[in-house]
């Protein structure tokens, strides 16, 4: 695929590739078991689907992954650096409180002056809602041709002592390059939707100008079942995301294949945000969708929040799992609560 | 089967099924009691939210291997209850069979 690189508004707009990039330390189930003995590996495993997982070493940050991914997505497309007018970077883990990250990303990939560059902080909805934003830039005219960045490094705000959250998170980073369509492929519907009143149910209290860092909010918090955190870690009500997930995300999953008449049948391929294969088994089995077209990489991957999807959307393409003019569902949901569904033909 | 009509009996079964397959991933100082008085989510309960999804996620499956009618046990309107039909095995056996009895009949 190519794209146009005028400036001139345009109808529609396509994910034109993805690249991304995983840190090179791996933790296994195996090396959680070694480490926390009194942790029940085999349920974590059942429930999240992973069995290993990328973490970022103790300086590497979630800038550090993007460069590399959005290197890769150049070394494909000659000429493509000098075309970037629009830069978006989602994460929850920025090097500074300021500048943001898509400043520095500008000038570690040696970018022109002509770019439009900031970050949002979104978890695992942030590419979908990337999608939204980089389509608006896109058919107001403003840019042609956005990198949409979403990396992140969960674990560096996860306890090690947390074995509800350990198991599932993982650090990775993916660059998507979103541009006018050629053909039929392109973005064809996008919703976004937010329920701050569950803004508790996933969070890190501590670190913002409400709350700041202190000997008191790093002292430990123990659970009754064991795991532990402090107010500096990121903390998940598991109970209160599953609900949230099947009765909004299913609902909008709906509702924005009703409003463009398409059956789920005539979806090649569904990409969840990889939450977890507790959330992604039920919310199939929520829209009774076949599993030979929902796909998953968690086993080897892990969560990686924002990251997930272009991931996800990368290896079923390189697997064959989907291909150029497919019809695919790319849907995200997390903290906020929010959460957005994309259609889209590849 | 979805037709026909389904006994009590037979939900506290695939329940108490559900919670072997769990309790077989659990370290033998966490099993869950298959009792009907067990308390399984909440403040007192014996599984943290890992475990009541496990169960969760299990139970959906069995009932949709046994009966063939889709469930969904962790809902938004489940949660916002006073009283949680997921707080005890014997809620959480009545709210199934309410559900099923409303999707079967």
Same mark, same amino acid.
């Given at each position: 695929?190519?794209?146009?690189?005028?400036?001139?508004?345009?109808?529609?707009?396509?994910?034109?590739?993805?690249?991304?990039?995983?840190?090179?330390?791996?933790?296994?189930?195996?090396?959680?078991?070694?480490?926390?003995?009194?942790?029940?590996?085999?349920?974590?495993?059942?429930?999240?689907?992973?069995?290993?997982?990328?973490?970022?070493?103790?300086?590497?940050?979630?800038?550090?992954?993007?460069?590399?991914?959005?290197?890769?997505?150049?070394?494909?497309?000659?000429?493509?650096?000098?075309?970037?007018?629009?830069?978006?970077?989602?994460?929850?883990?920025?090097?500074?409180?300021?500048?943001?990250?898509?400043?520095?990303?500008?000038?570690?990939?040696?970018?022109?002056?002509?770019?439009?560059?900031?970050?949002?902080?979104?978890?695992?909805?942030?590419?979908?809602?990337?999608?939204?934003?980089?389509?608006?830039?896109?058919?107001?005219?403003?840019?042609?041709?956005?990198?949409?960045?979403?990396?992140?490094?969960?674990?560096?705000?996860?306890?090690?002592?947390?074995?509800?959250? $350990?198991?599932?998170?993982?650090?990775?980073? !993916?660059?998507?390059? *979103? &541009?006018? #369509? @050629?053909?039929? %492929?392109?973005?064809?519907?996008?919703?976004?939707?937010?329920?701050?009143?569950?803004?508790?149910?996933?969070?890190?209290?501590?670190?913002?100008?409400?709350?700041?860092?202190?000997?008191?909010?790093?002292?430990?918090?123990?659970?009754?079942?064991?795991?532990?955190?402090?107010?500096?870690?990121?903390?998940?009500?598991?109970?209160?995301?599953?609900?949230?997930?099947?009765?909004?995300?299913?609902?909008?999953?709906?509702?924005?294949?009703?409003?463009?008449?398409?059956?789920?049948?005539?979806?090649?391929?569904?990409?969840?945000?990889?939450?977890?294969?507790?959330?992604?088994?039920?919310?199939?089995?929520?829209?009774?969708?076949?599993?030979?077209?929902?796909?998953?990489?968690? $086993?080897?991957?892990?969560?990686?929040?924002? !990251?997930?999807?272009? *991931? &996800?959307? #990368? @290896?079923?393409? %390189?697997?064959?799992?989907?291909?150029?003019?497919?019809?695919?569902?790319?849907?995200?949901?997390?903290?906020?609560?929010?959460?957005?569904?994309?259609?889209?033909?590849? | 089967?979805?037709?026909?009509?389904?006994?009590?009996?037979?939900?506290?079964?695939?329940?108490?099924?559900?919670?072997?397959?769990?309790?077989?991933?659990?370290?033998?100082?966490?099993?869950?009691?298959?009792?009907?008085?067990?308390?399984?989510?909440?403040?007192?309960?014996?599984?943290?939210?890992?475990?009541?999804?496990?169960?969760?996620?299990?139970?959906?499956?069995?009932?949709?291997?046994?009966?063939?009618?889709?469930?969904?046990?962790?809902?938004?309107?489940?949660?916002?209850?006073?009283?949680?039909?997921?707080?005890?095995?014997?809620?959480?056996?009545?709210?199934?069979?309410?559900?099923?009895?409303?999707?079967?009949?």
């Amino acid at each position: 695929m190519d794209a146009t690189s005028s400036k001139a508004p345009a109808a529609r707009v396509a994910i034109i590739d993805t690249a991304y990039y995983l840190p090179e330390t791996v933790v296994t189930n195996a090396d959680l078991a070694r480490e926390n003995p009194s942790w029940d590996i085999a349920r974590m495993e059942a429930q999240t689907g992973v069995a290993r997982r990328h973490v970022v070493g103790e300086r590497e940050t979630a800038l550090d992954l993007a460069v590399p991914a959005c290197r890769q997505l150049f070394s494909r497309h000659a000429g493509l650096a000098e075309k970037i007018d629009g830069l978006l970077f989602c994460t929850q883990s920025p090097d500074h409180v300021m500048p943001n990250n898509a400043c520095i990303l500008h000038k570690l990939l040696d970018l022109g002056p002509h770019v439009a560059a900031l970050d949002y902080n979104l978890g695992c909805s942030g590419y979908v809602y990337g999608l939204a934003l980089a389509r608006g830039l896109i058919v107001t005219g403003v840019a042609a041709n956005v990198l949409l960045v979403t990396s992140d490094t969960l674990s560096r705000h996860i306890h090690p002592r947390d074995g509800s959250m $350990r198991g599932l998170f993982a650090d990775g980073a !993916a660059v998507s390059w *979103i &541009a006018a #369509a @050629d053909g039929d %492929a392109g973005i064809l519907d996008i919703e976004c939707a937010t329920h701050g009143r569950d803004y508790d149910a996933i969070m890190v209290p501590a670190g913002g100008m409400r709350l700041a860092r202190s000997a008191e909010t790093a002292s430990p918090i123990v659970d009754k079942h064991g795991n532990v955190r402090t107010r500096d870690n990121v903390y998940m009500e598991g109970m209160r995301v599953m609900a949230f997930v099947n009765s909004k995300v299913a609902q909008q999953v709906r509702g924005l294949l009703a409003r463009n008449g398409i059956e789920r049948g005539a979806v090649d391929l569904f990409l969840w945000h990889q939450a977890s294969k507790a959330a992604l088994d039920s919310l199939a089995r929520a829209l009774e969708i076949p599993g030979e077209r929902v796909f998953s990489n968690l $086993r080897d991957v892990g969560n990686t929040t924002g !990251a997930s999807i272009p *991931i &996800a959307l #990368a @290896d079923a393409l %390189a697997q064959g799992r989907c291909r150029p003019g497919d019809l695919v569902v790319m849907s995200g949901f997390g903290i906020g609560l929010s959460w957005a569904t994309a259609l889209v033909r590849l | 089967m979805a037709t026909e009509t389904i006994e009590k009996q037979q939900i506290e079964s695939l329940v108490f099924a559900a919670l072997d397959t769990v309790n077989a991933r659990l370290a033998s100082e966490r099993q869950v009691p298959k009792r009907l008085d067990t308390l399984l989510y909440g403040d007192e309960g014996q599984l943290d939210s890992l475990g009541i999804i496990d169960l969760i996620a299990v139970l959906e499956q069995s009932v949709h291997d046994e009966f063939g009618i889709t469930v969904t046990l962790a809902t938004e309107e489940a949660l916002s209850q006073d009283a949680s039909p997921l707080r005890s095995v014997a809620t959480l056996v009545d709210h199934l069979y309410w559900l099923l009895g409303r999707q079967s009949g």
